[in-house]
């Protein structure tokens, strides 16, 4: 029962690493730069080293594999974001198409549901449907805003600002990636489940930018001050950043896009994951920020 895990260096990734080797399980790793695995793990797994754009190393990497968890990897930075994402993920659906992997956990997102106008998480709904075509047993966990998406500006939070083109009082799901991580292993050790899965991650509580703000607060020791702007502002200040027009709108869409979304799958004991912000922010963000 050979699983493979992208990713293995990521936020979720290595989590999903540290609980299979817990497991008893011995995964094959595919990561473009074995270094950055801990010494520990690097002698209880398989490694294959290479970059997952590389559409040769991964139909090679997972041929065979009994399961693949996978997580697209593309820069939400990078020009034509959507289209890259898909151009990635290629070489699995093909293999998958042809019978050389059994079954998929798939990284998906919250809003992926919509399947079109929400940026860069389109390209996830893509890969949804490809997977689901092939006749593969796929499982699309859709997550909630990542905890960690506060480390983008860890210079705006060490000023004591919080910035957010989402709307500050609409209240959606967050979740610490690495309970997210937890998921993931469950699913890929539990051989049980067949076709189509769809399963939301949807952290403990739903949070409003507002609600947000004053968690931080508290457990970084000062005064966070929300700063909303505008899809626009965010627009001139990623051109003015360098950023090509493809992945502004891909980043700026994913925002407006999931304004006012009600995801599909209800907050109940399946989706709901443990870990609070203020504990993450407490553990996590504050030593960052102390540095
Ligand atoms: N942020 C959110 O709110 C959110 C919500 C729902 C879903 N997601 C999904 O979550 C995923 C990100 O997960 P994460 O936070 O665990 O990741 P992460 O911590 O940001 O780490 C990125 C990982 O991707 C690897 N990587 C990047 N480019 C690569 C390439 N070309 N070839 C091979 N590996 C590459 C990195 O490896 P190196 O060590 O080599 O750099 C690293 O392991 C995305 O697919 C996103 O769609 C995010």
Request: glycine residues 10%; proline residues 9%.
């Given at each position: 029962m050979t699983i493979a895990v992208t990713t293995p260096t990521g936020h979720v990734g290595s989590r999903v690493v540290r609980l299979l080797l817990q497991a008893g399980v011995r995964p094959r790793l595919l990561v473009?730069?074995?270094?950055?695995?801990?010494e520990e793990t690097r002698s209880r797994v398989d490694v294959r080293q290479?970059?997952?754009?590389d559409a040769a190393f991964v139909r090679e990497a997972v041929a065979?594999?009994?399961?693949v968890f996978w997580?697209?990897?593309?820069?939400?930075?990078?020009?034509?974001p959507i289209e890259t994402s898909l151009r990635t993920a290629a070489p699995l659906i093909e293999a998958a198409r042809a019978g050389e992997v059994g079954r998929v956990v798939f990284l998906s997102s919250?809003?992926?549901?919509?399947?079109?106008?929400v940026g860069h998480i389109d390209a996830l709904a893509g890969i949804e449907e490809q997977l689901d075509a092939t006749g593969a047993d796929v499982l699309h966990?859709?997550?909630?805003?990542?905890?960690?998406?506060?480390?983008?500006?860890l210079e705006g939070l060490a000023q004591g600002v919080l910035t957010t083109?989402?709307?500050?009082?609409h209240p959606m799901p967050w979740a610490d990636p690495r309970d997210i991580g937890d998921v993931v292993a469950a699913r890929l050790l539990n051989d049980t489940w067949h076709g189509r899965v769809v399963q939301a991650v949807h952290g403990p509580e739903d949070l409003s930018f507002h609600e947000v703000a004053r968690i931080l607060s508290a457990a970084l020791g000062h005064p966070i001050r929300l700063h909303p702007v505008s899809d626009d502002a965010t627009r001139d200040a990623l051109r003015a950043a360098g950023l090509p027009p493809s992945a502004v709108e891909g980043m700026v869409g994913m925002t407006a896009g999931s304004r006012g979304l009600v995801p599909e799958?209800?907050?109940?004991l399946l989706t709901t994951t443990p870990t609070p912000l203020s504990a993450w922010a407490h553990a996590q963000l504050r030593p960052l920020l102390e540095k």
């Open positions: 473009r730069d074995p270094a950055r695995l801990e290479g970059d997952l754009t065979g594999v009994r399961t997580v697209d990897p593309t820069p939400h930075t990078t020009a034509d919250i809003g992926a549901e919509k399947r079109h106008g966990l859709r997550c909630a805003y990542f905890f960690t998406n506060l480390l983008f500006d083109a989402f709307d500050p009082g799958q209800p907050r109940d």
